[in-house]
């Protein structure tokens, strides 16, 4: 089997805590690659109103992550009904993919909310689970399930919002973003802003 990390998330913009994250989630949990799995829209954020277009965040990641040969940018839940369900996802993956052993990947606020995710206990039951820690929600890592580990990671205060805001600002963004995808960033962000 293939020990594939499963990264979700809108990525609006990606940015270099993304990265950073990925690699360490990529060597604490022994994987062979980590999927950047690009999510069209996150069920507990439909009232977002500044999420790029699907395929601008998708090209952006891929650009991002192409240096990276145990990277792969994925479209996959793109063509899946919205709104996303990582559960769904995870189904339909494993009927594509059954060479693969899927690990997912949440943030610790995701953790603290986790029983209110579509079908959690059958992901709890089937899928091995890293935390990554973020400000403002502690995990008690004696209280997790065998199959759920705590990374042991930095707090990356680098947040996509920010990044949007800066670029509506027109303050400079170089020290959070790949240098490879700064200027679609840019564009992307700055266009649908109207700098």
Same mark, same amino acid.
């Given at each position: 089997? /293939? !020990?594939?990390?499963?990264?979700?998330?809108?990525?609006?913009?990606?940015? *270099?805590?993304?990265?950073?994250?990925?690699?360490?989630?990529?060597?604490?949990?022994? @994987?062979?690659? &980590?999927?950047? %799995? &690009?999510?069209? $829209?996150?069920?507990?954020?439909?009232? +977002?109103?500044?999420?790029?277009?699907?395929?601008?965040?998708?090209?952006?990641?891929?650009? +991002?992550?192409? *240096?990276?040969?145990?990277?792969?940018?994925?479209?996959?839940?793109?063509?899946?009904?919205?709104?996303? =369900?990582? #559960? $769904?996802?995870?189904?339909?993956?494993?009927?594509?993919?059954?060479?693969?052993?899927? &690990?997912?990947?949440?943030?610790?606020?995701?953790?603290?909310?986790?029983?209110? #995710?579509?079908?959690?206990? *059958?992901?709890?039951? $089937?899928?091995?689970?890293?935390?990554?820690? !973020?400000?403002?929600?502690?995990? *008690?890592?004696?209280?997790?399930?065998?199959? &759920?580990?705590?990374?042991?990671?930095?707090?990356?205060?680098?947040?996509?919002?920010? /990044?949007?805001? !800066?670029?509506?600002?027109? @303050?400079? /963004?170089?020290?959070?973003?790949?240098? +490879? %995808?700064?200027?679609?960033?840019?564009?992307? =962000?700055?266009?649908? !802003?109207? %700098?």
């Amino acid at each position: 089997m /293939i !020990r594939t990390g499963f990264y979700g998330g809108s990525f609006n913009p990606i940015h *270099n805590g993304h990265l950073a994250l990925a690699r360490q989630f990529l060597n604490d949990m022994e @994987l062979d690659e &980590v999927w950047f %799995v &690009v999510s069209p $829209q996150n069920p507990f954020k439909r009232n +977002a109103r500044d999420l790029m277009a699907d395929k601008a965040r998708f090209e952006i990641v891929r650009a +991002a992550t192409a *240096n990276e040969p145990r990277f792969c940018a994925t479209d996959y839940e793109l063509h899946l009904p919205t709104p996303s =369900y990582t #559960w $769904q996802t995870l189904q339909a993956l494993a009927h594509d993919e059954p060479q693969r052993s899927f &690990v997912l990947l949440i943030g610790a606020d995701n953790w603290v909310s986790f029983p209110k #995710w579509d079908h959690y206990e *059958n992901i709890l039951e $089937q899928y091995d689970i890293a935390i990554f820690p !973020r400000r403002g929600y502690d995990v *008690n890592p004696n209280t997790l399930p065998p199959n &759920v580990t705590l990374l042991n990671t930095p707090l990356y205060d680098i947040s996509s919002t920010d /990044i949007r805001h !800066r670029i509506a600002e027109g @303050l400079p /963004i170089d020290h959070l973003v790949p240098p +490879a %995808v700064k200027q679609m960033v840019m564009e992307a =962000y700055g266009n649908d !802003r109207g %700098v």
